[in-house]
């Protein structure tokens, strides 16, 4: 599966974006995704992720309350609703597509990567 990360940008701390990851080429609903993102200097960390059917996510604790994981199926989308945007949330995102549960918050096991979407939050 292809996967394309946008909607990125500049934004003031407080502020909200929402990125998308379009899928195309294998059976979309086939995948869980997740969102890493990488800060400059840092490894990549895990801020959230979503089950086939939507019915399940999972968010890092440094996200959670303020970032939200959905899915379209339908539109072979996954969103990532952020809000209340802090300037330590600055990285790339990257979306990715996995098929097992297991090791969910480690980028390994992840066998598709979108090309990521920079979010800078300025202060």
């Not at 599966?1 to 003031?12: D, E, N, R």
């Not at 701390?13 to 195309?24: D, E, F, K, P, Q």
Request: hydrophobic share 35%.
């Amino acid at each position: 599966v292809q996967l394309q990360a946008s909607g990125g940008g500049l934004v003031q701390a407080g502020g909200s974006l929402r990125l998308s990851c379009a899928a195309s080429g294998r059976t979309f609903s086939n995948y869980i995704i997740s969102w890493f993102r990488q800060a400059p200097g840092k490894e990549r960390e895990f801020a959230a992720a979503i089950s086939w059917n939507g019915s399940s996510t999972w968010h890092a604790d440094s996200v959670k309350g303020r970032f939200s994981i959905s899915r379209e199926n339908a539109k072979n989308t996954v969103f990532l609703e952020m809000n209340s945007l802090k300037p330590e949330d600055t990285a790339v995102y990257y979306c990715a597509a996995r098929t097992t549960i297991g090791g969910i918050a480690t980028a390994r096991g992840n066998v598709y990567w979108g090309q990521g979407t920079l979010v800078t939050v300025s202060s």
